[in-house]
Nanobody, 125 residues
Framework: VQLQASGGGLVQAGGSLRLSCAAS????????LGWFRQSPGKEREFVATIRWKNDVTTWYADSVKGRFTISRGNAKNTVYLQMDSLKPEDTAVYYCAARTAWYAGTWTAGVMHSWGKGTLVTVSS
């Protein structure tokens, strides 16, 4: 699976950005796409995931609940992350990741199968 992320940039605190992730290559009937982020000196952390098979289920990190929304695009295997009310602490490189097998546990970087190149999000105060 190849992943292409885009949409990062510089925004003031309180502003919004939308990240996009397009998956291509081998696909599976059960599929999860998610976003993780990494700041300098910190481990890569979970942000949000969306899983679809017969229905759609989403998960969010507590730090972004109510501010970020992950959604599936009309194009197959495309996922968006709408980020509103951005804070300086949201500054990080954001990575799109995929898991091509059913999963319903705790989302960590270690359970994802494929990664895209990151896109930098900078929130100024």
């Amino acid at each position: 699976v190849q992943l292409q992320a885009s949409g990062g940039g510089l925004v003031q605190a309180g502003g919004s950005l939308r990240l996009s992730c397009a998956a291509s290559g081998r696909t599976f009937s059960s599929y999860s796409l998610g976003w993780f982020r990494q700041s300098p000196g910190k481990e890569r952390e979970f942000v949000a995931t969306i899983r679809w098979k017969n229905d759609v289920t989403t998960w969010y990190a507590d730090s972004v609940k109510g501010r970020f929304t992950i959604s599936r695009g009309n194009a197959k295997n495309t996922v968006y992350l709408q980020m509103d009310s951005l804070k300086p602490e949201d500054t990080a490189v954001y990575y799109c990741a995929a898991r091509t097998a059913w999963y319903a546990g705790t989302w960590t970087a270690g359970v994802m199968h494929s990664w895209g190149k990151g896109t930098l999000v900078t929130v100024s105060s």
